[in-house]
Nanobody, 121 residues
Framework: QVQLVESGGGLVQAGGSLRLSCAASGSISSINAMTWYHQAPGKQRELVAGITSGGSTNYADSVKGRFTISRDNAKNTVYLQMNSLKPEDTGVYYC???????????????WGQGTQVTVSY
């Protein structure tokens, strides 16, 4: 069984920084792309940043220059460094992993439980 667990959320003032982590565990053969999503209160979940197994990254326009996604393949962990936070960054941040479990060539999409980020004025 594969699990993704996010951590690092919290309350921060506008202009501050947070670093989110998402650790994958369980019977994993390989991890392909990993992605962070943001769900603001009352809104749909939206892609924030993604990173491939080779390290290529992509970002939503709203976070370019402020957020940085990275990964540690040895630790099966992806990070989201969030700087210059704004109140509109408030919401739940979810990690998604495109993962092949042990014993299969298939790839499945796994989600973490989410971590709350609140940015105050």
């Amino acid at each position: 069984q594969v699990q993704l667990v996010e951590s690092g959320g919290g309350l921060v003032q506008a202009g501050g920084s947070l670093r989110l982590s998402c650790a994958a565990s369980g019977s994993i053969s390989s991890i392909n792309a990993m992605t962070w999503y943001h769900q603001a209160p009352g809104k749909q979940r939206e892609l924030v940043a993604g990173i491939t197994s080779g390290g290529s990254t992509n970002y939503a326009d709203s976070v370019k220059g402020r957020f940085t996604i990275s990964r540690d393949n040895a630790k099966n962990t992806v990070y989201l460094q969030m700087n210059s936070l704004k109140p509109e960054d408030t919401g739940v941040y979810y990690c998604n992993g495109d993962i092949s479990p042990t014993g299969t060539r298939f790839r499945y999409s796994y989600w973490g439980q989410g971590t709350q980020v609140t940015v105050s004025y």
